[in-house]
């Protein structure tokens, strides 16, 4: 059972770490000294990437904290936490929260919603325009080269 804080909104579907508590031994004011040097790191040329995924688990506590109670906005966000944004890090992020793998979440729902989608998308193909029609030319073509 996940314990929640006082205060806190309750955690959304999916969010098995909603606001977890700090590592043994730190407290906000050393996970902000961490974030600052975070920050720093963040602004150098060559990014040190396991120096800083080291350093966005460890601030995990302190950004779902901030996160979660405070609900500032992205540029906030980007401000404080700009490593956040790295592509590598969105991805780590998610599975810090939810446990799930973002990536292989997002390829087994396109691949489960894809032949829906593609009989929409023909059905409506007047209303997305010429360029989509393209595309599914495309598509049947190369499906036809894959059947022969």
């Known amino acids: ?49 396991d120096f800083i995924k080291e350093k966005m688990d460890l601030t995990f506590s302190l950004r779902r904290k901030e996160i979660v109670e405070m609900e500032p906005m992205v540029a906030e966000v980007l401000e404080r936490w700009p490593g956040l944004f790295l592509k590598e890090q969105i991805c780590h992020e998610f599975l810090r929260v939810t446990t799930k793998d973002l990536l292989g979440t997002f390829r087994a729902a396109l ?23 393209d595309l599914l030319g495309k598509l049947d073509k190369q499906v036809d080269l894959l059947l022969q």
């Open 111 to 133: 691949e489960r919603y894809s032949p829906q989608l593609l009989k929409l998308y023909r059905a409506r193909k007047g209303a997305f325009g010429q360029e989509l029609e």
């Open 1 to 49: 059972m996940v314990m929640r804080r006082e205060g806190t909104p309750h955690p959304k579907r999916g969010e098995v770490n909603h606001v977890p508590d700090h590592p043994e031994s730190y407290d906000d004011d050393a996970l902000e000294d961490i974030r600052c040097i975070l920050v720093d790191a963040m602004k150098k040329k060559n990014m040190d990437m």
